[in-house]
């Protein structure tokens, strides 16, 4: 029960951290009236933060993690990730032959969950995840009209910057603290149906309206059940990247 009341408020400090962040890049690049944008200092502190536990922390005590469990369970060269064919021996012992700036690195892979993936696995995730985006959309067709907002005229005036938040930065923002942190520290105290829920709980709860909770609750366990299966973060970020493309889209026609 300890541990689980842990990883709840580790989970929401996470959570905390994502909000500080967020208003932290609006202060520091004048993004306030341009909320959209704020992921972009979100990712970078949430970057630079692990990159500066890695370089201060004892890493001759840390235990391998993900980043080398892939190689332990069998999986081929393509997922398993460089990380472990650099931070594997032939005795299994992962610490004794890597130097300091390899085991730093898969560190990193490990906090990050960023464990590669093939390209025909992401070029299937992305082909999957065109009509399950669409399905969610449908969403807009099932609750009452009152609580479906506007689509709003679609503007190039949005601008490059806009377009690179929606398409890549916010993506990989949320995906980093949702499914990389806040989903990765539930699934070591609770039953993974039960961290996905929590998780998807919370990210819905970034989105307001009830229209967008909905979709966000939705599109949340998808995400999550591609971090579970691949055990990487690139595969809902690509799931993530590919929605926001098809919600775009859907905005530029349906605008018209």
């Given at each position: 029960?300890?541990?689980?009341?842990?990883?709840?408020?580790?989970?929401f400090?996470?959570?905390?951290?994502f909000?500080l962040?967020?208003?932290?890049?609006?202060?520091?690049?004048?993004?306030?009236?341009?909320?959209?944008?704020?992921?972009?200092?979100?990712?970078?502190?949430?970057?630079?933060?692990?990159?500066?536990?890695?370089?201060?922390?004892?890493?001759?005590?840390?235990?391998?993690?993900?980043?080398?469990?892939?190689?332990?369970?069998?999986?081929?060269?393509?997922?398993?990730?460089?990380?472990a064919?650099?931070?594997e021996?032939?005795?299994?012992?992962?610490?004794?032959t890597?130097?300091?700036?390899?085991?730093?690195?898969?560190?990193?892979?490990?906090?990050f969950?960023?464990?590669p993936?093939?390209?025909?696995?992401?070029?299937?995730?992305?082909?999957?995840t065109?009509?399950v985006?669409?399905l969610?959309?449908?969403?807009?067709?099932?609750?009452?009209?009152?609580?479906?907002?506007e689509?709003?005229?679609?503007?190039?005036?949005?601008?490059?910057f806009?377009?690179?938040?929606?398409?890549i930065?916010?993506?990989?923002?949320?995906?980093?603290f949702?499914?990389g942190?806040?989903?990765?520290?539930l699934?070591?105290?609770?039953?993974?149906?039960?961290?996905?829920?929590i998780?998807?709980?919370?990210?819905?709860?970034?989105?307001?309206?009830?229209?967008?909770?909905?979709?966000?609750?939705?599109?949340?366990?998808?995400?999550?059940?591609l971090?579970?299966?691949?055990?990487?973060?690139?595969?809902?970020?690509a799931?993530?990247?590919?929605?926001?493309?098809?919600?775009?889209?859907?905005?530029?026609?349906?605008?018209?």
């Open positions: 029960m300890k541990t689980k009341f842990l990883a709840i408020v580790k989970s400090m996470y959570l905390l951290l909000l962040s967020i208003a932290l890049s609006s202060v520091i690049f004048g993004l306030s009236d341009k909320p959209e944008l704020a992921a972009v200092g979100a990712a970078l502190i949430a970057v630079g933060a692990l990159f500066l536990r890695a370089r201060f922390r004892r890493l001759d005590e840390w235990d391998g993690g993900d980043a080398l469990q892939g190689a332990e369970d069998g999986e081929d060269g393509d997922d398993s990730g460089q990380a064919e650099d931070g021996d032939g005795d299994g012992s992962v610490k004794s890597v130097d300091a700036a390899g085991l730093r690195r898969a560190y990193i892979i490990d906090k969950s960023a464990l993936i093939a390209r025909k696995k992401i070029a299937i995730i992305v082909a999957v065109v009509p985006t669409l969610i959309q449908c969403l807009r067709f099932v609750v009452p009209p009152e609580y479906v907002p689509t709003p005229p679609f503007e190039l005036t949005y601008g490059v806009s377009l690179i938040s929606l398409l930065t916010t993506p990989i923002a949320e995906e980093v949702f499914r942190f806040i989903l990765k520290c699934k070591g105290s609770f039953k993974t149906s039960t961290a996905i829920i998780s998807v709980l919370l990210f819905s709860g970034m989105h307001s309206g009830p229209l967008w909770s909905m979709m966000a609750i939705a599109a949340g366990i998808y995400y999550s059940a971090f579970t299966k691949y055990r990487s973060i690139y595969a809902p970020i799931a993530h990247m590919t929605s926001n493309l098809i919600a775009l889209l859907y905005n530029v026609i349906f605008s018209q």
